[in-house]
């Protein structure tokens, strides 16, 4: 328009122009938009300015070479006009405080710059960075999606937004106090690094399958989203996790360098598959302390299944650590919450009895947190896996001799008629073991005769005093 004389384009009410390649704009051109569309596929940003927009809408890419303020790009500010579908294809250095209607490609030679207390808006979806944004402590805003592709590099401090999500390939790299907004994606070759004694905090979910995110050392990096994926934790620093820990893809090991806590808020799920750590079920291996609240979440896979079909017990290891402090306030298995109905250590371990001699079992150690799926006799009432006489002083402590009592397999009801009577005694002796897991020390017969005669003696005791004197 205009090149080699006089031209104006007008586009009104429900007009649409779309230019296939170029849109050049000369000294004696105008083109003006008063309603309708106007796709002028490629138009550089001097040229794109000379356009003449009240209403409507225009798509297309607008090219940038040059060092600009973007509060200079009244075109791209216009309320009136809709530019979400106009790419600002910056290869120069864009600056300053301003909201912009458009989207961005940064290329390779691009640079975005936001100095503190400024904020840069851009408002059109599919922008992608292959060079450099650097926030200096203000705000970057996207409306929609922000890629960052393989060699893109996105740094700095302060409030990073996506609306829509990140995408990160490249080097997202922190130091100082820094907020992200908007779902993150750590990709295939993608570092997301906290350094510096900074704190970096990820508001939404994570989802972290890439090189690294690394927390270096007196760093933090909190996330109050969804975590998931499989994507090493490197560094020295402390990981803190407030939202769901959803570790691996189905399942697998996710390895920490430094520290972890697990939040009072948060909940770990840990996928039951099979035996085997990272092929069949989750672990947490953390190089430093793991220190524990919240929630933990047991969910069988199949084709795993429980211990009381199969008649085995199964142990799994679900967290290594270098230090252990802490223990898990809650614990779900397959969607119901277990019920801690005794202690088995100073620790906060617990084992819950399920049902048929089964008992659900969370311990830990210094170092280690476990979960045992046990099988227990009949009589086994501390679900150790013998029978003993620590069972049967509970046994005898518990005992009813009448039905509706309301007793459970803890206090001795080993066939579940509500009753710690003579057939639950009487079961527990034929079980009864004086080592731990051996059936095969089993009780004289003459020892066996005195101990069911001391066992109906107790229990009587437990209405009426028992005067008989012993041989």
Not at 88 to 103: C, E, K
Not at 173 to 201: C, H, P, R
Not at 453 to 466: D, E, M, Q, W
Request: aromatic letters at 6%; hydrophobic letters at 35%; a negative charge.
């Amino acid at each position: 328009m205009g090149d080699e004389g006089i031209g104006t384009l007008n586009i009104e009410d429900e007009g649409l122009v779309t230019v296939g390649g170029t849109t050049f704009i000369g000294a004696a051109g105008s083109v003006n938009l008063t309603g309708g569309r106007f796709e002028f596929g490629q138009t550089t940003l001097a040229e794109f300015s000379a356009i003449n927009a009240t209403s409507g809408s225009m798509a297309g890419d607008v090219t940038h070479g040059g060092y600009t303020d973007v509060a200079t790009l009244t075109a791209l500010q216009n309320p009136m006009v809709d530019v979400t579908d106009v790419a600002l294809t910056n290869s120069g250095v864009l600056y300053g405080d301003a909201s912009l209607g458009n989207a961005l490609v940064n290329t390779a030679q691009g640079e975005v710059e936001v100095m503190t207390g400024e904020r840069m808006r851009l408002g059109g979806a599919g922008n992608i960075n292959k060079g450099e944004i650097n926030n200096f402590g203000g705000q970057i805003r996207f409306d929609h999606d922000l890629t960052n592709e393989a060699d893109g590099f996105i740094g700095g401090r302060g409030q990073f937004v996506a609306d829509g999500g990140w995408t990160n390939s490249g080097v997202m790299a922190f130091s100082g106090t820094t907020d992200i907004l908007g779902d993150v994606v750590n990709d295939t070759g993608g570092q997301i690094v906290t350094s510096g004694g900074a704190t970096t905090t990820i508001f939404d979910d994570v989802e972290h399958n890439g090189d690294e995110i690394r927390t270096s050392s007196d760093s933090r990096t909190v996330i109050f989203g969804q975590a998931s994926g499989a994507g090493p934790y490197t560094g020295d620093g402390t990981v803190y996790f407030e939202g769901d820990l959803r570790p691996g893809n189905s399942p697998s090991t996710v390895s920490f360098g430094g520290n972890v806590v697990l939040g009072t808020t948060s909940t770990t799920q840990i996928e039951l598959g099979g035996l085997t750590a990272n092929a069949q079920h989750d672990q947490l291996d953390v190089t430093g302390t793991a220190n524990l609240d919240g929630t933990l979440d047991l969910l069988p896979l199949a084709p795993y299944t429980d211990p009381a079909t199969r008649g085995t017990a199964d142990d799994f290891t679900i967290i290594t650590a270098g230090n252990r402090s802490g223990t898990f306030s809650t614990v779900q298995y397959d969607g119901s919450t277990l019920a801690p109905d005794f202690e088995t250590d100073g620790n906060g371990s617990f084992r819950d009895h399920v049902a048929g001699g089964l008992f659900r079992s969370v311990t830990y150690t210094s170092t280690a947190v476990s979960v045992q799926n046990l099988l227990a006799s009949a009589g086994d009432t501390d679900g150790d896996r013998d029978v003993d006489t620590v069972d049967l002083t509970g046994m005898i402590i518990n005992y009813t001799g009448a039905t509706g009592s309301g007793t459970t397999w803890l206090t001795g009801d080993t066939d579940g008629d509500g009753d710690t009577d003579t057939v639950d005694l009487t079961t527990a002796i034929i079980n009864f073991t004086s080592a731990r897991n051996s059936a095969a020390a089993v009780p004289e017969p003459s020892g066996l005769l005195l101990l069911v005669l001391a066992v109906g003696c107790l229990a009587v005791a437990r209405f009426r005093s028992c005067r008989r004197e012993w041989p």
